[in-house]
């Protein structure tokens, strides 16, 4: 079972090709299940989770809630298997308009921050004391009813810093954390740049994009430099189905500052 520090670099790199599995736009509908067994891959099985599975799908829900996930563990001849199951409103469905397509990539990307911080508490599991007592912090968190469900999102959103911030789905560290993770940077940071990071948005604002932008900066072209900016982070929203508020809540948070610092 590995040792080394996990930051948000090391989760983004071992979980985003686990996300990249999910087709936002082709979820099954219960009963049937898009499952992803994680002793498939050999660097889960280094980590400790060979016992995870993943599994998606879209159903009715009574609620309005956009999904959840839940827990569930069992034990076959002796091997312990922990279930992790997200769960997506065929509401989300109804059409492929971009607003929809946003909203239901955010859902799914939520509920798998909440799986990676699961993932990770499993990963250190080594007693029968440490499984009977993980297993009870997930299912006290996850099986939920929906009016705990509507009242849990409330008090969040009671408490949040920010409205624009809670509008584009992002809860604070507390929100996904189990407390057995070795982990201590922050799963709201996490969930941003699964999202959106540098390696994504460059899929857009490409080599050749970003010399020209830096060329038309210094010749002080501070309009020609925004429109190649925009050019590309409008092609991104079309494609990856990312708003363009939050879009421009990552450049100015994480981007510009980069690309600047790169220029001195």
């Given at each position: 079972m590995a040792e080394e520090y996990h930051d948000v670099s090391w989760v983004i790199k071992h979980f985003r090709p686990l996300l990249d599995k999910i087709n936002i736009d082709n979820i099954p509908q219960e009963p049937n299940y898009q499952v992803e067994v994680l002793s498939d891959t050999r660097q889960f099985i280094q980590l400790g989770m060979e016992d995870c599975v993943l599994s998606i799908c879209r159903r009715n829900f009574i609620s309005t809630a956009n999904g959840y996930y839940a827990f569930s563990y069992a034990e076959n001849e002796g091997q312990q298997i922990f279930f992790l199951n997200i769960y997506i409103n065929n509401n989300l469905?109804?059409?492929?308009?971009?607003?929809?397509?946003?909203?239901?990539?955010?859902?799914?990307?939520?509920?798998?921050?909440?799986?990676?911080?699961?993932?990770?508490?499993?990963?250190?599991?080594?007693?029968?004391?440490?499984?009977?007592?993980?297993?009870?912090?997930?299912?006290?968190?996850?099986?939920l009813n929906a009016m705990d469900h509507y009242q849990m999102i409330l008090s969040q959103i009671g408490n949040a810093s920010s409205t624009i911030t809670y509008a584009l789905g992002i809860y604070p560290d507390e929100h996904f954390r189990l407390g057995y993770e070795d982990f201590d940077d922050s799963f709201s940071t996490v969930y941003k740049h699964l999202i959106l990071d540098r390696k994504i948005f460059e899929k857009y604002f490409t080599e050749n994009m970003r010399s020209e932008f830096f060329k038309e900066l210094k010749k002080k072209n501070i309009g020609n430099a925004v429109t190649i900016l925009y050019t590309a982070c409008a092609n991104l929203i079309e494609k990856e189905a990312i708003s363009a508020d939050f879009v421009n809540l990552r450049l100015r948070e994480d981007f510009l500052g980069y690309y600047f610092i790169g220029m001195r």
């Open positions: 469905f109804v059409s492929n308009n971009p607003a929809l397509r946003e909203k239901r990539r955010r859902t799914i990307i939520h509920e798998f921050t909440h799986c990676i911080a699961a993932f990770l508490s499993i990963g250190r599991i080594i007693t029968k004391h440490l499984i009977d007592e993980l297993v009870n912090k997930l299912a006290s968190r996850v099986r």
